[in-house]
């Protein structure tokens, strides 16, 4: 719950003043002392904590994830490799949790309530179909924070004609921001910043191969563009959508004010 909402819900007497400085408080809940879970973060920040399964042993990944459902209701966790997968699906099926896992994205979504719908609009693009990956883990953070998400994949300089149709789509649904990912020269960010009026976030990924392989070239090239625009890390899906999510949010809460 956002610091908005939970003023507008204390504000029409849904919840009370002990409710309001709960949720607000500057706490953690600890997980046997090897994790930390920010529990207010969403309200805070409008970004949910999500647990990042890379560098975790199994039995912390599972205690964490158990404990940050139980006590949220929600849990996301990303980068989620074949191991760790298979002991969220011990933990899912022990508990008998509803999820959501993403093949592409490799994220995992543990609910025990359903997400609240912001009215927060965006789009996401790719230039190829192996930028697809970053582009869907940008889509899950930002569905987790209650947006709706057009997508067009698939859509690079190589055949430019392939964006024009879908891109019209996404300006008529009133997208307030443009999340593109690409790869090898990172080229389609720029083509699509000098053509729209929403912001557009570039997220260079790391296909390509060669001098400037691995998200360097694409990476340098959005950072050099012409066209305005701004650039997250290298594979960095996350932090483009959380970033999408959080603008086109209070967008859509200022329009309802």
């Not at 760790?84 to 959501?100: D, S």
């Not at 400037?212 to 694409?218: E, H, L, M, V």
């Not at 932090?239 to 949010?249: E, M, R, S």
């Amino acid at each position: 719950m956002e610091i908005f909402t939970l003023l507008e819900k204390f504000k029409n007497n849904e919840i009370d003043i002990d409710e309001v400085e709960k949720e607000l408080r500057l706490t953690y809940l600890s997980v046997d002392g090897t994790a930390r879970i920010d529990i207010h973060r969403a309200t805070r920040t409008g970004v949910p904590e999500a647990i990042l399964a890379e560098g975790k042993t199994i039995g912390d990944l599972k205690k964490i994830a158990d404990h940050q459902l139980q006590r949220l209701g929600r849990c996301l966790i990303t980068r989620v490799s074949p191991v760790h997968r298979k002991a969220l699906e011990e933990l899912i099926e022990e508990e008998e949790i509803p999820h959501i896992w993403n093949e592409e994205a490799r994220t995992m979504q543990l609910h025990h309530r359903e997400i609240t719908k912001t009215g927060g609009k965006l789009g996401i693009i790719t230039a190829g179909t192996s930028d697809i990956p970053v582009a869907e883990e940008a889509r899950v953070i930002a569905e987790e924070m209650g947006c709706e998400v057009y997508t067009l994949y698939d859509a690079g300089v190589a055949g430019i004609h392939r964006l024009f149709p879908d891109l019209q789509k996404m300006i008529e649904n009133r997208v307030d921001v443009i999340v593109v990912a690409a790869g090898r020269e990172g080229t389609l960010p720029a083509i699509i910043a000098g053509l729209v009026e929403s912001p557009v976030i570039g997220v260079p990924v790391s296909t390509g191969y060669g001098e400037g392989g691995r998200g360097r070239a694409a990476l340098l090239s959005m950072l050099q563009s012409c066209s305005v625009l701004s650039v997250v890390n290298i594979d960095s899906g996350f932090t483009a959508g959380a970033f999408a999510a959080k603008i086109v949010n209070k967008i859509a809460r200022a329009r309802k004010t």
